[in-house]
């Protein structure tokens, strides 16, 4: 009884040999499919302004400015030379690779840094995305006031 056991580990089924087959070739479309998506987020897709990820209580969010005020802002914040921390942006609709996995983000020209902002457009990065349609809608803005930038990626 052993060496049939042996025997069958070493030569698998033709339907075990198949199954693994179309899980190879899945995998590989899949990684196909995915691949121009992922580009973006590394950088062609990003261009002629930068990338700044900010920590909000735990919670993550990231924005692509190209308005050339607010990107002197953002660098003179990570530079340490500003108080002007809350990033305050118009918020829209859509999922953009580089702001996963919100299905919102902040436009990139219609942003800026603030010292202080209206209560209204605070909250959590999940606030937003739980009540995406006031949000859009409503307050229109999105500043919070927790955010702390932790990251920052030139792709001038």
């Known amino acids: ?21 179309g899980l190879a070739i899945g995998a590989a479309l899949a990684f196909l499919l995915l691949l121009p998506a992922c ?7 990003l261009e002629g302004g930068v990338l700044a990820t900010f920590d909000v209580y735990g919670e993550r969010f990231s924005v692509f400015v190209t308005k050339a005020s607010t990107i002197d802002q953002i660098i003179a914040l ?11 942006g118009r918020l829209r609709a859509g999922r953009v690779s580089y702001n996963l996995p919100w299905s919102w983000h902040i436009d ?5 840094m603030a010292e202080a902002t209206i209560e209204l457009c605070d909250g959590l990065p999940s606030f937003v995305e739980a009540n ?6 409503t307050v229109g803005y999105y500043c919070p006031w927790g955010a702390r930038l932790i990251a920052l990626k030139d792709y001038r």
């Open 1 to 21: 009884m052993r060496s049939s056991k042996r025997h069958a580990a070493r030569n698998p089924s033709a339907a075990t040999v198949k199954a693994v087959t």
């Open 39 to 45: 580009k973006s987020a590394t950088g062609p897709g």
């Open 78 to 88: 990570w530079n340490g030379q500003s108080n002007a921390r809350i990033p305050n």
């Open 108 to 112: 990139p020209e219609e942003i800026e």
């Open 132 to 137: 995406l349609d006031y949000w859009l809608q």
